[in-house]
């Protein structure tokens, strides 16, 4: 009985090790997640100067295309109001109102170091490169007669760095933060 119950125990350890061996040599997949962030946006960004901080609505749906690197399409939104001083001889001086509403959309690439920094399957760690370009729109107050393209100078084409980390929550959900070149957004992922 003794010899049965060794035989039953050492058979049971060397399943078990077999099966922890084999999940952590299993590559991990990256793709088919939404990405949904938030991110301050304003002295720099998408599309340029703003002069003001603004919220960044994005997101993103990572597809996985190769072992340890993903593609995701993404769109990101801002708006913000601002002024501009202006008068000629038959409109007063003042200020007059604008409003500017950007959404940057372009495809991020990524890679992620998970494997090669022997990462905790809770943690994912990438850097990425995302290009893409700007839909620009520009909405000025009643009355003024100035030029409306005063503010139509940079460039609506976009590269971008990114760093960034996940934490998953649990296998459906996780938190990221990404900083950026761009704009740095922190937000949730589902998978």
Do not use: C
């Given at each position: 009985?003794?010899?049965?119950?060794?035989?039953?125990?050492?058979?049971?350890?060397?399943?078990?090790?077999?099966?922890?061996?084999?999940?952590?040599?299993?590559?991990?997949?990256?793709?088919?997640?939404?990405?949904?962030?938030?991110?301050?946006?304003?002295?720099?960004?998408?599309?340029?100067?703003?002069?003001?901080?603004?919220?960044?609505?994005h997101a993103d749906y990572e597809?996985?295309?190769?072992?340890?690197?993903?593609?995701?399409?993404?769109?990101?939104?801002?708006?913000?109001?601002?002024?501009?001083?202006?008068?000629?001889?038959?409109?007063?001086?003042?200020?007059?109102?604008?409003?500017?509403?950007?959404?940057?959309?372009?495809?991020?690439?990524?890679?992620?170091?998970?494997?090669?920094?022997?990462?905790?399957?809770?943690?994912?760690?990438?850097?990425?490169?995302?290009?893409?370009?700007?839909?620009?729109?520009?909405?000025?107050?009643?009355?003024?007669?100035?030029?409306?393209?005063?503010?139509?100078?940079?460039?609506?084409?976009?590269?971008?760095?990114?760093?960034?980390?996940?934490?998953?929550?649990?296998?459906?959900?996780?938190?990221?933060?990404?900083?950026?070149?761009?704009?740095?957004?922190?937000?949730?992922?589902?998978?």
């Open positions: 009985m003794k010899t049965l119950t060794l035989t039953f125990l050492l058979v049971f350890m060397i399943i078990g090790t077999n099966i922890s061996a084999q999940d952590k040599n299993t590559p991990e997949q990256f793709g088919r997640t939404l990405n949904l962030g938030i991110g301050i946006g304003g002295y720099a960004g998408y599309y340029g100067y703003v002069g003001h901080i603004v919220p960044v609505f597809l996985n295309v190769v072992r340890n690197f993903t593609l995701a399409p993404f769109v990101s939104f801002y708006t913000y109001k601002n002024e501009y001083y202006w008068g000629d001889h038959n409109t007063p001086e003042r200020y007059y109102y604008y409003r500017e509403t950007v959404i940057p959309i372009g495809i991020k690439g990524t890679y992620y170091f998970d494997q090669l920094l022997n990462a905790s399957p809770k943690w994912d760690f990438y850097l990425a490169g995302s290009a893409g370009f700007a839909i620009v729109s520009h909405t000025w107050e009643s009355g003024y007669d100035g030029n409306r393209n005063y503010y139509h100078d940079a460039n609506p084409l976009f590269l971008d760095l990114h760093a960034g980390a996940e934490y998953h929550i649990n296998n459906k959900v996780g938190v990221f933060l990404d900083l950026s070149t761009g704009v740095s957004t922190i937000g949730f992922a589902i998978h």
